[in-house]
Protein backbone atom coordinates (compact mmCIF):
# COMPACT_ATOMS: atom_id res chain seq x y z
CA UNK A 1 0.00 0.00 0.00
CA UNK A 2 1.33 3.63 -0.89
CA UNK A 3 1.62 6.43 1.48
CA UNK A 4 -1.25 7.98 -0.52
CA UNK A 5 -3.36 4.75 -0.13
CA UNK A 6 -2.59 4.76 3.46
CA UNK A 7 -3.70 8.65 3.79
CA UNK A 8 -6.58 8.00 1.96
CA UNK A 9 -8.05 5.35 3.87
CA UNK A 10 -7.01 7.47 7.40
CA UNK A 11 -8.85 10.29 6.17
CA UNK A 12 -12.00 8.04 5.18
CA UNK A 13 -12.14 6.65 8.86
CA UNK A 14 -11.64 9.89 9.60
CA UNK A 15 -14.53 11.16 7.94
CA UNK A 16 -16.45 7.81 9.11
CA UNK A 17 -16.62 8.89 12.92
CA UNK A 18 -17.14 12.96 12.09
CA UNK A 19 -20.32 11.57 10.44
CA UNK A 20 -21.49 9.55 13.66
CA UNK A 21 -21.53 12.45 15.88
CA UNK A 22 -21.60 15.90 13.11
CA UNK A 23 -24.25 16.44 10.76
CA UNK A 24 -23.48 16.10 7.00
CA UNK A 25 -23.76 20.24 6.43
CA UNK A 26 -21.10 20.77 9.25
CA UNK A 27 -18.81 17.95 7.91
CA UNK A 28 -19.50 19.95 4.50
CA UNK A 29 -18.34 23.23 6.19
CA UNK A 30 -15.63 22.08 7.74
CA UNK A 31 -13.95 20.37 4.21
CA UNK A 32 -14.78 23.28 2.33
CA UNK A 33 -14.93 26.38 4.50
CA UNK A 34 -16.96 29.47 2.55
CA UNK A 35 -15.08 33.02 3.13
CA UNK A 36 -12.34 31.45 4.40
CA UNK A 37 -9.40 34.47 4.96
CA UNK A 38 -9.06 38.20 4.99
CA UNK A 39 -11.11 40.06 2.34
CA UNK A 40 -8.75 42.52 -0.23
CA UNK A 41 -11.19 45.37 0.74
CA UNK A 42 -13.36 45.32 4.14
CA UNK A 43 -14.70 48.29 6.29
CA UNK A 44 -14.56 46.66 9.43
CA UNK A 45 -12.83 43.34 11.40
CA UNK A 46 -12.97 42.40 14.88
CA UNK A 47 -10.99 39.44 16.60
CA UNK A 48 -12.03 37.39 19.93
CA UNK A 49 -10.65 34.57 22.07
CA UNK A 50 -12.95 31.88 22.09
CA UNK A 51 -13.43 29.57 25.54
CA UNK A 52 -10.78 26.90 23.88
CA UNK A 53 -8.08 29.33 23.43
CA UNK A 54 -9.11 30.13 19.74
CA UNK A 55 -8.94 33.10 17.86
CA UNK A 56 -11.64 34.29 15.08
CA UNK A 57 -11.34 36.83 13.55
CA UNK A 58 -14.53 38.46 10.52
CA UNK A 59 -13.83 40.67 7.99
CA UNK A 60 -16.63 42.49 6.70
CA UNK A 61 -17.56 44.99 3.66
CA UNK A 62 -20.83 47.08 4.52
CA UNK A 63 -22.55 48.55 1.36
CA UNK A 64 -25.91 50.79 1.62
CA UNK A 65 -26.44 48.81 5.33
CA UNK A 66 -26.27 45.81 4.12
CA UNK A 67 -23.33 42.89 4.34
CA UNK A 68 -22.14 42.88 1.66
CA UNK A 69 -18.54 40.55 1.90
CA UNK A 70 -17.90 38.72 4.88
CA UNK A 71 -14.45 37.14 5.21
CA UNK A 72 -12.75 35.04 8.03
CA UNK A 73 -10.11 33.29 10.09
CA UNK A 74 -9.64 31.11 12.99
CA UNK A 75 -7.21 28.29 14.55
CA UNK A 76 -10.07 26.51 16.41
CA UNK A 77 -11.65 23.19 15.92
CA UNK A 78 -13.26 21.82 13.12
CA UNK A 79 -16.42 22.37 14.55
CA UNK A 80 -15.64 26.21 15.25
CA UNK A 81 -14.05 26.58 11.48
CA UNK A 82 -17.69 24.82 10.36
CA UNK A 83 -19.50 27.60 12.56
CA UNK A 84 -17.65 30.62 11.94
CA UNK A 85 -17.95 29.80 7.72
CA UNK A 86 -21.48 29.51 8.65
CA UNK A 87 -22.41 32.07 9.88
CA UNK A 88 -20.52 34.57 6.91
CA UNK A 89 -22.72 32.88 5.08
CA UNK A 90 -25.94 33.53 6.94
CA UNK A 91 -25.05 36.99 7.28
CA UNK A 92 -24.04 37.76 3.61
CA UNK A 93 -26.36 40.10 2.14
CA UNK A 94 -28.50 40.33 5.22
CA UNK A 95 -28.68 44.34 6.53
CA UNK A 96 -26.89 44.90 9.49
CA UNK A 97 -29.63 44.66 11.72
CA UNK A 98 -30.76 41.34 10.54
CA UNK A 99 -27.40 39.97 10.88
CA UNK A 100 -26.85 41.35 14.07
CA UNK A 101 -29.99 39.03 14.99
CA UNK A 102 -28.24 35.91 13.88
CA UNK A 103 -28.38 33.68 17.44
CA UNK A 104 -26.63 30.75 18.48
CA UNK A 105 -29.66 28.70 17.90
CA UNK A 106 -29.91 29.93 14.61
CA UNK A 107 -26.68 28.69 13.11
CA UNK A 108 -26.99 25.19 15.04
CA UNK A 109 -30.60 25.12 13.61
CA UNK A 110 -28.65 25.95 9.88
CA UNK A 111 -25.58 23.35 10.31
CA UNK A 112 -28.44 20.71 11.19
CA UNK A 113 -27.40 20.40 15.04
CA UNK A 114 -23.79 20.67 17.15
CA UNK A 115 -23.32 18.02 19.51
CA UNK A 116 -23.72 20.02 23.38
CA UNK A 117 -20.31 19.30 23.97
CA UNK A 118 -19.35 21.83 20.99
CA UNK A 119 -21.64 24.03 21.41
CA UNK A 120 -19.45 26.88 22.29
CA UNK A 121 -18.43 26.54 18.61
CA UNK A 122 -21.69 28.21 17.69
CA UNK A 123 -21.42 31.10 20.51
CA UNK A 124 -17.86 31.77 19.12
CA UNK A 125 -19.10 32.26 16.02
CA UNK A 126 -21.80 34.20 16.59
CA UNK A 127 -19.72 36.37 19.49
CA UNK A 128 -17.45 36.95 16.69
CA UNK A 129 -20.11 38.54 13.99
CA UNK A 130 -21.90 40.84 17.08
CA UNK A 131 -18.31 41.98 17.50
CA UNK A 132 -17.93 43.15 14.26
CA UNK A 133 -21.11 44.90 13.59
CA UNK A 134 -21.25 46.57 17.01
CA UNK A 135 -18.31 48.56 15.49
CA UNK A 136 -20.27 49.79 12.71
CA UNK A 137 -22.94 51.64 15.24
Do not use: W
Amino acid sequence: MSSDDAFDEVQDMILQDAAKVFSPRLIEFFLHPRNYGQLQEFNYYAAIEGSCGETVVIYILVYEGKVNRVGFVTDGCGPTMACVSAITCMAEGLPISEAAEIKAGDLIDYLGGLPEDKRDCAEVAVRALQTVLEKIG
